[in-house]
């Protein structure tokens, strides 16, 4: 009896020190920002917002990723409503970096909008809301 009880410790102990890390831990990156705006100028984010007029023509999701030990991706993941619309990955090559995509939006396109953004490992690190509602702006 007591050395299945040895046994049940040690297969405990590598269980609990072999469980996958997760997204905070995967080699610290992290999302220091993340905004979704009208354009990216110079690796800045240009007329942020939750909430877009459907004439807009084009989003950007501008991501500022911290914490990459070596380089590695992130992935955008842009959704209309519960349906994904592009998987863009993206380059991380140093442990502050920033980096943006961006999707082409009709003015059909309009409702609820997300973005999610994960790491190479498919990790959610953050996830961007925001509307398109019809009309011109």
């Known amino acids: 009896m007591r050395n299945g009880v040895v046994l049940f410790i040690i297969c405990s102990v590598f269980l609990v ?4 890390a997760s997204a905070q ?5 992290m999302v220091d920002y993340g905004t979704v705006s009208r354009n990216v ?3 800045k984010p240009v007329g942020e917002s939750t909430s877009f007029p459907s004439n807009v023509g ?9 914490g990459a030990v070596d380089p590695t991706e992130i992935i955008h993941i842009w959704y209309h409503g519960d ?6 990955p993206l380059a991380v090559k140093s442990s502050l970096w920033r980096t943006y995509s ?11 909008w997300k973005v ?6 498919r990790n959610k690190l953050e996830i961007l809301h925001f509307l398109v509602f ?3 702006g």
Do not use: N
């Open 25 to 29: 831990d995967h080699a610290g990156i």
């Open 134 to 136: 019809e009309g011109q």
């Open 83 to 88: 349906q994904e619309v592009a998987r863009v």
């Open 116 to 121: 999610l953004i994960t790491d190479a490992q």
């Open 17 to 20: 020190s072999s469980s996958p």
């Open 102 to 112: 961006s999707k082409g939006i009709r003015p059909t396109d309009t409702g609820p």
């Open 41 to 43: 100028v110079d690796l």
């Open 58 to 66: 084009r989003l950007y999701c501008f991501t500022a990723i911290k």
